[in-house]
T-cell receptor
């Protein structure tokens, strides 16, 4: 149980385009979802926390207008990287938590490459 | 400011030996601390959670200790196997953040178990 999927698993796009990444909890209702970014040989950096039906809370230094997060249902959150640039190339990972849980269940990640 | 320190250098051990990984934290009053495993190109997988009032927790070949006086957690893998090779991440969860579920990870320690 507690499976989280992400789509796509990898994406290559041109500079200036927008990319949408989906995160789904497959067998539970995720009251909270989280988005992380991981650069090579570094740890995961939390970007934002998203509660279903509410606006996301962004970590300091993360541009909310560039990284649009939508958590419209209890099983789906999306991250849209707007006007992507090469420096946005990274591994984006989502996680989900159900009500009352202490642990998070992570998706397999999405590799974004911006040319 | 809050800080989480894990051995940044890779830990190389022989199969069958016990691996011990360290997580030190400063300026935290954790309600609990979690350990995750991450394989290259994958999302983290939850391993163990230990609460502030627990000294030790075990799960199969894994053991976690938690010393809130030393502000340290140790993660042990006994009878290590090559399949245990991965990066291990710790995440202390501040008392005030336990309801949000927000996780801030250490940089991780890469374990390499040689046959």
């Amino acid at each position: 149980g507690a499976v989280v999927s992400q789509h796509p698993s990898w994406v290559i796009c041109k500079s200036g385009t927008s990319v949408k990444i989906e995160c789904r909890s497959l067998d539970f209702q995720a009251t909270t979802m989280f988005w992380y970014r991981q650069f090579p040989k570094q740890s995961l950096m939390l970007m934002a926390t998203s509660n279903e039906g509410s606006k996301a809370t962004y970590e300091q230094g993360v541009e909310k207008d560039k990284f649009l997060i939508n958590h419209a249902s209890l099983t789906l959150s999306t991250l849209t990287v707007t006007s992507a640039h090469p420096e946005d190339s990274s591994f984006y990972i989502c996680s989900a938590r159900y009500q009352g849980a202490d642990t998070q269940y992570f998706g397999p990640g999405t590799r974004l490459t911006v040319l | 400011s809050q800080k989480i320190e894990q051995n940044s250098e890779a830990l190389n051990i022989q199969e069958g030996k016990t691996a011990t990984l360290t997580c030190n934290y400063t300026n935290y009053s954790p309600a609990y601390l979690q350990w995750y495993r991450q394989d290259p190109g994958r999302g983290p997988v939850f391993l163990l959670l230990i609460r502030e009032n627990e000294k030790e927790k075990r799960k199969e070949r894994l053991k976690v200790t938690f010393d809130t006086t030393l502000k340290q957690s140790l993660f042990h893998i006994t009878a290590s196997q090559p399949a245990d090779s991965a990066t291990y991440l710790c995440a202390p969860v501040e008392k005030g953040s336990s309801n949000t579920g927000k996780l801030i990870f250490g940089q991780g320690t890469t374990l390499q178990v040689k046959p």
